[in-house]
C-alpha cells in the first residue's frame, strides 16, 4: 500500500518544473543538488538572468551546479521557453515540447554534465538573438534535469532552473486588455432594502510586447454611478507578453439599485530589468464593464403582491357596480313593458 502511494506521488508530481534549491529522486535514495546564475562579468548574487541585447546580439554566461548528494550526479542542462500558468507562476515548456523564442536561442556548452558528489560544476551556455528578432520582452529558464527509472519502470523527469528574462532592444509598446467580464447579484436576504454582494470575474491579457506589473480598480454601483462601492486591490503577478490571468473580485455592501454595473481599468508599468532604469514607457489603461440585475425580489414580490389585490379589489368593485347597474335597467325595462311605472318614478304629466 505504501509503495503503490509512493507511486502516485511520484507521478503527479513527474515533469514540475521548479525553482527551489532541492529535488528527490523517485527511488530509495535521495538525490539533492540546487542550481543558481554563475558569478560572471553580467552580476554577482543574482536571482536569476536577466540580459538587453539588441537584434544580432550575443552573450556568453554561466549557470553552476552543485550536488549535495553523497553520490557523482549526471544531468542534463538546457533552456526552455517560459509561460504564465494560471495562478500568474511562471514555467517553463515540458521536456520534449519546442521552444520557439529565447530557449531556442540559448545553447548550453556540454550536456550532460558530471558533477561529483559535494562539489559544484560552472556549465556556460551562449545567447544569440536573431538578426530579425522582435524588440520586446522574452521569458524563459536554464534548466537542469534528472531522469531516474524506479522499480516500478516510471520515469521520473526532475527539473530544477533559473529564470531567464530577456529584452530584445527597439520599441516597446506596452498593451493591456480586460474582456470576459461577468457580474452576479445576491441580495441581503429578507431585508429588501439592505445591500447585498457583487461578484465579478475578468480576464486581463498583456497583448504588448513588454513585461508589465499591472494594478486594478473594480467599482460597483447602479446607474449612472449611484453608490458606486470599489473593491479591495487584487493581486494581479506579472505579465509577460501574451499571458492571460483570470480574476475574480467580491464586493460587499452593494446596493439594490435595480442594475449592478461594474467597471474594470488595469494599467500598471513596465518592469525594469534589475540594475536599470525605469522605462520611460507609459502603459495605456484598459477598461470594460458589465451589468447584472441588482432587484430586491422580496421588496418586488411584496410590491406584486400589493398590485394584485388592489387590482383585484377593483375588479370586484367594477363587477359589483355593473351587477346593480344591470339589475336597475331590468327593473326599468320590465316596467316601462307593462305601462306602469316602476317603484319610486313620477307618472308623466299629461297637458
Do not use: C
Amino acid at each position: 500500500m505504501l509503495r503503490a502511494l509512493i507511486l502516485l506521488l511520484t507521478l503527479a508530481l513527474a515533469g514540475l518544473f521548479a525553482f527551489a534549491p532541492r529535488a528527490h529522486a523517485a527511488d530509495d535514495t535521495q538525490v539533492s543538488w540546487g542550481v543558481r546564475p554563475a558569478n560572471t562579468v553580467h552580476g554577482t548574487d543574482r536571482p536569476n538572468f536577466a540580459y538587453r541585447l539588441p537584434p544580432g546580439g550575443t552573450l556568453t554566461d554561466a549557470i553552476v551546479v552543485t550536488n549535495r548528494g553523497a553520490e557523482p550526479l549526471t544531468l542534463d542542462v538546457y533552456a526552455a521557453d517560459g509561460f504564465l500558468t494560471a495562478d500568474g507562476t511562471l514555467d517553463l515548456l515540458p521536456a520534449g515540447e519546442e521552444s520557439q523564442a529565447v530557449g531556442a536561442w540559448t545553447t548550453a556548452a556540454s550536456s550532460p554534465v558530471a558533477v561529483p558528489a559535494g562539489e559544484s560544476v560552472e556549465v556556460p551556455f551562449t545567447l544569440t538573438v536573431p538578426a530579425d528578432a522582435q524588440p520586446g520582452d522574452y521569458a524563459g529558464g536554464v534548466v537542469s534535469t534528472l531522469r531516474v527509472d524506479n522499480a516500478e519502470g516510471v520515469t521520473v523527469d526532475r527539473r530544477l532552473g533559473s529564470r531567464l528574462h530577456l529584452r530584445v532592444t527597439g520599441d516597446l509598446a506596452p498593451a493591456l486588455t480586460v474582456d470576459d467580464v461577468q457580474v452576479s447579484y445576491l441580495s441581503a436576504g429578507a431585508n429588501p432594502l439592505a445591500p447585498g454582494t457583487a461578484t465579478v470575474s475578468f480576464a486581463v491579457t498583456n497583448t504588448g510586447n513588454a513585461r508589465i506589473a499591472p494594478g486594478e480598480t473594480v467599482s460597483v454601483g447602479g446607474p449612472f454611478g449611484w453608490g458606486s462601492t470599489s473593491a479591495a486591490e487584487l493581486e494581479l503577478p506579472e505579465l509577460i507578453p501574451g499571458a492571460t490571468v483570470q480574476r475574480t473580485a467580491t464586493l460587499e455592501e452593494v446596493w439594490p439599485l435595480l442594475l449592478a454595473s461594474a467597471q474594470i481599468s488595469v494599467g500598471g508599468e513596465v518592469v525594469a530589468l534589475p540594475g536599470a532604469t525605469a522605462e520611460d514607457v507609459v502603459v495605456p489603461t484598459a477598461s470594460a464593464s458589465a451589468s447584472a440585475w441588482a432587484i430586491p425580489w422580496t421588496w418586488l414580490a411584496a410590491l406584486l403582491l400589493i398590485v394584485a389585490v388592489i387590482v383585484w379589489r377593483s375588479g370586484v368593485g367594477r363587477r359589483r357596480k355593473a351587477a346593480q347597474q344591470r339589475a336597475v335597467d331590468a327593473a326599468v325595462a320590465a316596467a316601462l313593458s307593462s305601462g306602469t311605472p316602476p317603484t319610486g318614478t313620477i307618472p308623466p304629466r299629461t297637458a
